[in-house]
T-cell receptor
Framework: GAGVSQSPRYKVAKRGQDVALRCDPI?????LFWYQQALGQGPEFLTY????????KSGLPSDRFFAERPEGSVSTLKIQRTQQEDSAVYLC????????????FGSGTRLTVV | GQNIDQPTEMTATEGAIVQINCTYQ??????LFWYQQHAGEAPTFLSY????GLEEKGRFSSFLSRSKGYSYLLLKELQMKDSASYLC??????????FGAGTTVTVRA
């Protein structure tokens, strides 16, 4: 597609509920990053894929967070047993290589845990 | 890790110039990016510096000094649409971006 597409745009979850956030990167982009952005803060790195391989997941805040990219294109970020502190905007970014030439971000999914 | 500092807020008048400073302390450096982010929207790429010096792109310019761990973004001929958050981001040798908290710029008529 023309840009990075994320869905849903907004998600309200009850505490303890599982959620799945989807990212459609730009076609052909091999690198995909997930970031978490709290209100009034800059994005914080969560995890990085090159094709289907998850090369870095050091930013995932707990084992309740899980990301996958099984076919090297679409990626899903799953959060189990959501907590209020998980409320944030989750941004996805893709790049045509390892990011040497910059990153294109999606508009994000705003998750609110109530 | 990365420690990136930038001012929280700046206000300027339409037509004026604003300079947003960014200082960083990093365990590894592989380039510095500036992004613009309007509320509720995706960050959009503005500039990239990997070598010392000034990069100019229209009304926007970005400067980098690696020895000082310092960069600035210069916005000239400010327009109302430039009201947004500006994010400084440092890339590490593993190609991860670490962001500052962002500077909210308000342009007044």
């Amino acid at each position: 597609g023309a840009g990075v597409s994320q869905s849903p745009r907004y998600k309200v979850a009850k505490r303890g509920q599982d959620v799945a956030l989807r990212c459609d990167p730009i076609s052909g982009h091999v690198s995909l990053f997930w970031y978490q952005q709290a209100l009034g803060q800059g994005p914080e790195f969560l995890t990085y894929f090159q094709n289907e391989a998850q090369l870095d997941k050091s930013g995932l805040p707990s084992d309740r967070f899980f990301a996958e990219r099984p076919e090297g294109s679409v990626s899903t970020l799953k959060i189990q047993r959501t907590q209020q502190e998980d409320s944030a905007v989750y941004l996805c970014a893709s790049s045509s290589s390892r990011g040497e030439y910059g990153y294109t971000f999606g508009s994000g999914t705003r998750l609110t845990v109530v | 890790g990365q420690n990136i500092d930038q001012p929280t807020e700046m206000t300027a008048t339409e037509g004026a110039i604003v300079q947003i400073n960014c200082t960083y302390q990093t365990s590894g450096f592989n380039g510095l990016f500036w992004y613009q982010q309007h509320a509720g929207e995706a960050p959009t790429f503005l500039s990239y510096n990997v070598l010392d010096g000034l990069e100019e792109k229209g009304r926007f310019s970005s400067f980098l000094s690696r020895s000082k761990g310092y960069s600035y973004l210069l916005l000239k001929e400010l327009q109302m649409k430039d009201s947004a958050s500006y994010l400084c981001a440092v890339r590490d040798p593993d190609y991860k971006l670490s962001f500052g908290a962002g500077t909210t710029v308000t342009v007044r008529a």
